[in-house]
């Protein structure tokens, strides 16, 4: 993808530069209701005592629920808020459930950021860092731009020598090193790879505990002969994939995951299983063209859709049938293996993977939490592996994934209760981002407008400055 990169570049720079986006992203392009306002006639969602709470007003400054009492509890004249300009909004009956978020997503230009919110993902973390994303994720902040707030995953720290967009090391030294510049840059959490050998792994760990810097593991696995004790403490381990490639050994042995499992518990890291990404390419491989045909190619950034068509994409829609159904086979066993961690009490994160294999940002997350399902978890239990159990990995449990006074304004409206049917939170009635309450017809606007206001040109520039 580097060399691809580079000749993409020299071609395109011969042209003139594409004109400036059509139509900004910022906030006052559509303009939300960002004045605060008081949301009455609502069923909450209770994600962790697994509830709904009825018949419930809620009250939103400054990007902050600051109350939530019952329908009764405030007359048709709101008298308790006579010196407040707040905004009255009947919520006629609908459901509040919280922002979901999701822990694994690869995102290299801004549209990605209006295409995730408008399909609920209030919070992404994203998984292979650039220098840009900082930026992009100091301007949501700001409320400069329009889309999830994010956390920033280090360039992958790995083993290999020339590969696009991570960091080799093969030492101790240099895996120190490559921790501290890391946070120093100002990134939120380390990625580390699978294949990065015992001492590189052993100081990774260790230098994060040092710095308080969090750690993300490709693979829930250690490496060499550390056990996977040592890695207690981290912020995740990503890819039940892995297990099926690590410790078994590419071998469908169910036996063997009694041990496996009981080992990952004990170090009460949360584990991303990423199935959706394996289906995409199931599907890629089995399907082969009808399922491109239904994939929303638009969501997926310019330059990455033409590296991966020529790549990821084209090698599965070349997959062999004895392919494809080692595949549809492999998919079953990692639904199988998300069961028996789920069962085990392990804490799931949703996790889509989303910006790979043309996989779709917001509606990967969705296809996830399906998957979620299929893998035996209730709604409720689904629901919590897109709120409150990244909001605790994350260490920010008590800003979001839960709908509550002096936690952030991050919330879903929907018409009909998302726990009979968790497709309903895919296309939102509305979406309270930080406060800003964006309806429907606002978030088709805002997807609309992200999409149109891609340039080429700067994406070329932020994965080049990231060479």
Same mark, same amino acid.
């Given at each position: 993808?580097?060399?691809?990169?580079?000749?993409?570049?020299?071609?395109?720079?011969?042209?003139?530069?594409?004109?400036?986006?059509?139509?900004?992203?910022?906030?006052?392009?559509?303009?939300?209701?960002?004045?605060?306002?008081?949301?009455?006639?609502?069923?909450?969602?209770?994600?962790?005592?697994?509830?709904?709470?009825?018949?419930?007003?809620?009250?939103?400054?400054?990007?902050?629920?600051?109350?939530?009492?019952?329908?009764?509890?405030?007359?048709?004249?709101?008298?308790?808020?006579?010196?407040?300009?707040?905004?009255?909004?009947?919520?006629?009956?609908?459901?509040?459930?919280?922002?979901?978020?999701?822990?694994?997503?690869?995102?290299?230009?801004?549209?990605?950021?209006?295409?995730?919110?408008?399909?609920?993902?209030?919070?992404?973390?994203?998984?292979?860092?650039?220098?840009?994303?900082?930026?992009?994720?100091?301007?949501?902040?700001?409320?400069?731009?329009?889309?999830?707030?994010?956390?920033?995953?280090?360039?992958?720290?790995?083993?290999?020598?020339?590969?696009?967009?991570?960091?080799?090391?093969?030492?101790?030294?240099?895996?120190?090193?490559?921790?501290?510049?890391?946070?120093?840059?100002?990134?939120?959490?380390?990625?580390?790879?699978?294949?990065?050998?015992?001492?590189?792994?052993?100081?990774?760990?260790?230098?994060?505990?040092?710095?308080?810097?969090?750690?993300?593991?490709?693979?829930?696995?250690?490496?060499?002969?550390?056990?996977?004790?040592?890695?207690?403490?981290?912020?995740?381990?990503?890819?039940?994939?892995?297990?099926?490639?690590?410790?078994?050994?590419?071998?469908?042995?169910?036996?063997?995951?009694?041990?496996?499992?009981?080992?990952?518990?004990?170090?009460?890291?949360?584990?991303?299983? %990423? &199935? =959706?990404?394996?289906?995409?390419? !199931? *599907?890629?491989?089995?399907?082969?063209?009808?399922? #491109?045909?239904?994939? @929303?190619?638009?969501?997926?950034?310019?330059?990455?859709?033409?590296?991966?068509?020529?790549?990821?994409?084209?090698?599965?829609?070349?997959?062999?049938?004895?392919?494809?159904?080692?595949?549809?086979? %492999? &998919? =079953?066993?990692?639904?199988?293996? !998300? *069961?028996?961690?789920?069962?085990?009490?392990?804490? #799931?994160?949703?996790? @889509?993977?989303?910006?790979?294999?043309?996989?779709?940002?917001?509606?990967?997350?969705?296809?996830?939490?399906?998957?979620?399902?299929?893998?035996?978890?209730?709604?409720?239990?689904?629901?919590?592996?897109?709120?409150?159990?990244?909001?605790?990995?994350?260490?920010?449990?008590?800003?979001?994934?839960?709908?509550?006074?002096?936690?952030?304004?991050?919330?879903?409206?929907?018409?009909?209760?998302?726990?009979?049917?968790?497709?309903?939170?895919?296309?939102?009635?509305?979406?309270?981002?930080?406060?800003?309450?964006?309806?429907?017809?606002?978030?088709?606007?805002?997807?609309?407008?992200?999409?149109?206001?891609?340039?080429?040109?700067?994406?070329?520039?932020?994965?080049?400055?990231?060479?």
């Amino acid at each position: 993808m580097k060399y691809f990169i580079v000749i993409l570049l020299i071609c395109t720079a011969s042209c003139s530069a594409p004109n400036s986006a059509k139509v900004s992203t910022k906030r006052t392009q559509p303009a939300a209701l960002t004045s605060g306002f008081v949301l009455s006639n609502v069923h909450i969602v209770d994600v962790e005592k697994q509830i709904i709470h009825r018949d419930k007003t809620v009250s939103v400054e400054n990007g902050v629920i600051t109350d939530i009492t019952g329908i009764n509890d405030v007359s048709n004249e709101l008298p308790r808020y006579p010196k407040t300009e707040l905004t009255y909004i009947d919520g006629n009956g609908g459901y509040l459930t919280p922002g979901l978020i999701d822990m694994h997503v690869h995102i290299y230009e801004k549209a990605s950021y209006a295409l995730t919110l408008s399909h609920g993902v209030t919070h992404v973390r994203i998984m292979n860092g650039v220098a840009e994303q900082l930026i992009w994720r100091e301007q949501v902040n700001a409320g400069d731009l329009i889309g999830s707030t994010s956390t920033v995953s280090s360039p992958i720290i790995s083993a290999y020598e020339d590969a696009y967009l991570q960091h080799s090391v093969t030492t101790a030294a240099q895996a120190r090193e490559a921790v501290r510049a890391y946070h120093r840059q100002g990134y939120d959490v380390i990625k580390a790879y699978g294949n990065l050998n015992q001492q590189a792994l052993a100081a990774i760990v260790e230098e994060g505990q040092k710095l308080n810097m969090p750690i993300a593991k490709h693979g829930p696995h250690a490496s060499g002969t550390m056990s996977v004790s040592a890695l207690t403490g981290l912020q995740s381990f990503e890819h039940v994939e892995d297990i099926y490639q690590g410790p078994l050994n590419h071998q469908f042995d169910a036996d063997q995951l009694p041990e496996i499992i009981a080992e990952l518990k004990a170090t009460e890291v949360a584990i991303t299983p %990423t &199935l =959706n990404i394996f289906q995409q390419l !199931t *599907k890629l491989s089995s399907d082969k063209q009808d399922h #491109l045909s239904k994939t @929303s190619q638009h969501y997926t950034s310019d330059i990455i859709s033409l590296e991966t068509k020529n790549n990821q994409v084209k090698r599965w829609l070349n997959a062999s049938d004895d392919m494809a159904a080692h595949n549809r086979k %492999t &998919l =079953n066993f990692l639904i199988s293996i !998300t *069961k028996k961690l789920h069962q085990s009490g392990v804490s #799931l994160l949703v996790g @889509s993977d989303s910006g790979v294999l043309l996989s779709p940002h917001g509606i990967a997350t969705h296809n996830e939490m399906q998957l979620l399902q299929q893998a035996g978890l209730t709604s409720y239990e689904v629901l919590q592996a897109a709120t409150i159990n990244p909001a605790k990995a994350l260490n920010m449990a008590n800003e979001i994934g839960t709908i509550a006074p002096k936690y952030r304004a991050d919330f879903i409206y929907s018409k009909s209760n998302p726990i009979e049917d968790l497709s309903v939170l895919q296309e939102p009635d509305a979406v309270v981002k930080s406060g800003n309450w964006y309806s429907q017809q606002q978030l088709q606007q805002i997807r609309n407008q992200a999409i149109e206001s891609r340039s080429m040109w700067q994406e070329f520039w932020v994965l080049f400055d990231a060479l």
